[in-house]
T-cell receptor, first 112, second 119 residues
Framework: AQSVSQHNHHVILSEAASLELGCNYSYGGTVNLFWYVQYPGQHLQLLLKYFSGDPLVKGIKGFEAEFIKSKFSFNLRKPSVQWSDTAEYFCAVRGSQGNLIFGKGTKLSVKP | GAGVSQTPSNKVTEKGKYVELRCDPISGHTALYWYRQSLGQGPEFLIYFQGTGAADDSGLPNDRFFAVRPEGSVSTLKIQRTERGDSAVYLC?????????????????FGPGTRLTVL
């Protein structure tokens, strides 16, 4: 069965620090990968997605993610975080029927 | 434009009661998904509609859960004989699929969810 692992449960950073959130998936075929973000009190929003092509994907708000097929990874990065990036981040892979399979999420707290 | 809406935003019920949760997808979106998010977990898939039919209901935990989408737009998730373990946030998402090899490849847009609490 497909699954997604997010290894960091809670990450605490100071403003301007660099961010990398880990995501590993288990699926041997063609993958579609996503990062969603949930800001406090808001609904899930798409940050970025990978379907094919360039493995380095750029999303909104300065986020990017790199698909590394050999490592089954799709880590999320941002060079310099802001207080407004405080949120919960979810990695997901598309399942065989089109549904999304999510990781457990990583809470990011950015200290001003 | 309007996004996915869900009502009610909060629902408190007693164990054993019946509840209905409603989802209004983005206009024109033919694909609709229900997910459940328990505390400390990511969303877990429940059921997927393509138009009026349930294309995949493999995520429904048991026969107390049922969902309908009679006109291919609004969907209702129905839970019978609620249990305390059903307490969670129920999320709905819709997409406008560009089918590729039979798979929905488009982005899913999520609603705000319904927080269900079973006492």
């Amino acid at each position: 069965a497909q699954s997604v692992s997010q290894h960091n449960h809670h990450v605490i950073l100071s403003e301007a620090a660099s961010l990398e959130l880990g995501c590993n998936y288990s699926y041997g075929g063609t993958v579609n990968l996503f990062w969603y973000v949930q800001y406090p009190g808001q609904h899930l929003q798409l940050l970025l997605k990978y379907f094919s092509g360039d493995p380095l994907v750029k999303g909104i708000k300065g986020f990017e993610a790199e698909f590394i097929k050999s490592k089954f990874s799709f880590n999320l990065r941002k060079p310099s975080v802001q207080w407004s990036d405080t949120a919960e981040y979810f990695c997901a892979v598309r399942g065989s029927q089109g549904n999304l399979i999510f990781g457990k999420g990583t809470k990011l707290s950015v200290k001003p | 434009g309007a996004g996915v809406s869900q009502t009610p935003s909060n629902k408190v019920t007693e164990k054993g009661k019946y509840v209905e949760l409603r989802c209004d997808p983005i206009s024109g979106h033919t694909a609709l998904y229900w997910y459940r998010q328990s505390l400390g977990q990511g969303p877990e898939f429940l059921i997927y509609f393509q138009g009026t039919g349930a294309a995949d209901d493999s995520g429904l935990p048991n026969d107390r859960f049922f969902a309908v989408r009679p006109e291919g737009s609004v969907s209702t998730l129905k839970i019978q004989r609620t249990e305390r373990g059903d307490s969670a946030v129920y999320l709905c998402a819709s997409s406008s699929p560009r089918l590729a090899g039979g798979r929905d490849t488009d982005t899913q847009y999520f609603g705000p969810g319904t927080r269900l609490t079973v006492l």
